[in-house]
């Protein structure tokens, strides 16, 4: 399986700012994930990262919040934007192996105050 | 679509047993469990595929009924280090997952 990466791993953040993370992989691979774990819930899917175009939203989440980057087949970043204490969670990357089979990355825990 | 897990927590001492149930209301290509400790990623256990095959690399067992469109992972002489939360996974279309509630986990010696 692949080793992914993230950064940053945490970061307490102000109302109105916004936060990059990115996810680096050790391969190259064609399907990355970003999902959001708000505390003690489940994993949900917010976008896929298309390189080379642009991201595919899952229903709840638009560009303009989450913009979305992928360069190339090995890195990827999402940006929070005009956070609000709501947008307080895990955001996670996966890349997508076997049979669809995900691999998460470690996370970055985001507290908006 | 999110498929629907039970029961939401089970505590068992060491060496029991148990069995979280996965349930979808569409038909299935395949379920996914995943396994997550407190402040940890979620971890690959299992990946069940429609037809019947089972695939994973631990000792944990799970069966997948097509028809009833459900799956069950089966913890059988429960370890400590089985604590966690369980979720399973059902495939979208291009690959992605929905991931149910989840099922906590807490074995105690």
């Known amino acids: 399986s692949a080793v992914i990466s993230q950064k940053p791993s945490r970061d307490i953040c102000q109302r109105g700012t916004s936060l990059t993370i990115q996810c680096q992989v050790d391969s190259q691979v064609t399907m990355m994930f970003w999902y959001r774990q708000q505390p003690g819930q489940s994993l949900t899917l917010i976008a896929t990262?298309?390189?080379?175009?642009?991201?595919?939203?899952e229903s709840g989440f638009v560009i303009d919040k989450f913009p979305i980057s992928r360069p190339n087949l090995t890195f990827s970043t999402l940006t929070v934007s005009n956070m609000s204490p709501e947008d307080s969670s895990i955001y996670l990357c996966s890349v997508s192996g076997f049979e669809g089979t995900q691999y998460f990355g470690p996370g970055t825990r985001l507290l908006v105050l | 679509q999110q498929p629907v897990q039970s029961p939401q927590a089970v505590i068992l001492r060491e060496g029991e047993d148990a069995v979280i149930n996965c349930s979808s209301s569409k038909a299935l290509y395949s379920v996914h469990w995943y396994r997550q400790k407190h402040g940890e990623a979620p971890v690959f256990l299992m990946i069940l595929l429609k037809g019947g095959e089972q695939k994973g690399h631990e000792k944990i067992s799970a069966s997948f009924n097509e028809k009833k469109q459900q799956s069950s992972l089966y913890l059988t002489a429960s370890q400590l280090s089985y604590s966690g939360t369980y979720f399973c996974?059902?495939?979208?279309?291009?690959?992605?997952?929905?991931f149910g509630a989840g099922t906590t986990v807490t074995v105690r010696a």
């Open positions: 996974g059902t495939d979208l279309v291009d690959y992605k997952l929905s």
């Open positions: 990262a298309n390189q080379g175009s642009e991201a595919t939203y």
